[in-house]
């Protein structure tokens, strides 16, 4: 959406003189109180503005990215989650690898009796081959981040939440887990949702696609 | 924002009955034209309505995006961007490794006589480990990608043109370039832009602080 020259005007005049009354507005534009009225209705809907009974309108240092906001907070990771790779802690750090390649992924979670107990990037994996560890015979278990260092997300957790905690803890990929018992951290893995998942997010809402 | 229960079953009479004059939704509300008046420019300001003279109003399907849209369209590489790794084309594969690991990378890029001439990532650089090449005596320039077939934007380049490369190539990170010659594509690397970055920019916007 585009400003109009007056609202971009009155936007400037909030900025410079806020708080100030919706006739103190009108009277520098020259302009009558009725004149300008669906621009403050549009401008504090947008929460460009700010408006407080018997102070006036204030600027809220706000760019209207607001539908943005409330759109991805109601995203659920559910809704955009991928499949995920998941083995056994058993498995030797060679599948794991070939697994890993196999599907094109970035990271495998790792279950012990089918509940969430470890992740394994491509940065673990490559370190790991480097060193003199034979990967035929060294089980995944013993290189791989282990709960309670996991940072996981929920179906319904929002993705704006999920983006927010793999900016927060530098990681590139989130298992989605159903909590079978939090106390215990018993997670089923139900899904992955990674950096390519917002971007393609981002994309879409971008082109409003989504 | 939030729309008021007006506005809203003005959307819902415009997405059923569309294209419809403001007499005509006015007349289904039982009030004035005047009185739905600014929600109509509200709504066609956030293009959640269309309008054609003579025709009425109509439903654009869109969601009110448009703000975030014009943000990324707005935002350049340069802004945001991050430092690269640059490393020479005769290098082993060995030192890229460790340049990787001591930078945090998930890519390097790889020069010729100073112009970017290949990308290597590390699900490269693990396929290579996992094989029977020497990585000390080998150099990087045997298994990169190599251009032409880089996918690379400029600082000058919107957030959104490169998360739309990055989703539709399916890669984790672009070299960006100041081009030297279009021609014998002789493009000097300057940043890198990656799912990272994307990743930021949404949590940043979403948050309103960009």
């Given at each position: 959406m585009e400003f109009t020259k007056r609202q971009e005007k009155i936007i400037e005049i909030v900025r410079e003189s806020?708080?100030?009354?919706g006739d103190e507005i009108a009277g520098k534009l020259s302009l009558s109180r009725a004149t300008i009225r669906p621009d403050l209705t549009i401008l504090t809907m947008l929460n460009m503005l700010g408006a407080r009974p018997k102070v006036g309108y204030f600027y809220?240092?706000?760019?209207?990215?607001s539908v943005f906001s409330k759109k991805v907070n109601s995203i659920k990771v559910k809704d955009t989650m991928s499949l995920p790779i998941v083995m056994d802690e058993n498995s030797s750090i060679y599948d794991v690898i070939v697994g890993l390649f196999l599907d094109d992924m970035s990271s495998v979670f790792i279950t012990n009796g089918g509940f969430l107990a470890g992740v394994v990037s491509r940065k673990d994996l490559l370190r790991t081959a480097m060193g003199k560890i034979d990967l035929n015979s060294t089980p995944i278990g013993l290189i791989m981040t282990r709960m309670p260092n996991i940072v996981y997300v929920t179906e319904d957790s929002s993705v704006l939440e999920a983006a927010d905690k793999i900016e927060e803890k530098g990681v590139d990929s989130l298992p989605v887990v159903k909590v079978v018992d939090e106390e215990l951290k018993k997670f089923k893995v139900v899904g992955r949702f990674t950096k390519t998942n917002v971007n393609r997010i981002f994309v879409e809402l971008a082109k409003d696609n989504f």
């Amino acid at each position: 959406m585009e400003f109009t020259k007056r609202q971009e005007k009155i936007i400037e005049i909030v900025r410079e003189s806020g708080p100030i009354t919706g006739d103190e507005i009108a009277g520098k534009l020259s302009l009558s109180r009725a004149t300008i009225r669906p621009d403050l209705t549009i401008l504090t809907m947008l929460n460009m503005l700010g408006a407080r009974p018997k102070v006036g309108y204030f600027y809220t240092g706000k760019s209207g990215l607001s539908v943005f906001s409330k759109k991805v907070n109601s995203i659920k990771v559910k809704d955009t989650m991928s499949l995920p790779i998941v083995m056994d802690e058993n498995s030797s750090i060679y599948d794991v690898i070939v697994g890993l390649f196999l599907d094109d992924m970035s990271s495998v979670f790792i279950t012990n009796g089918g509940f969430l107990a470890g992740v394994v990037s491509r940065k673990d994996l490559l370190r790991t081959a480097m060193g003199k560890i034979d990967l035929n015979s060294t089980p995944i278990g013993l290189i791989m981040t282990r709960m309670p260092n996991i940072v996981y997300v929920t179906e319904d957790s929002s993705v704006l939440e999920a983006a927010d905690k793999i900016e927060e803890k530098g990681v590139d990929s989130l298992p989605v887990v159903k909590v079978v018992d939090e106390e215990l951290k018993k997670f089923k893995v139900v899904g992955r949702f990674t950096k390519t998942n917002v971007n393609r997010i981002f994309v879409e809402l971008a082109k409003d696609n989504f």
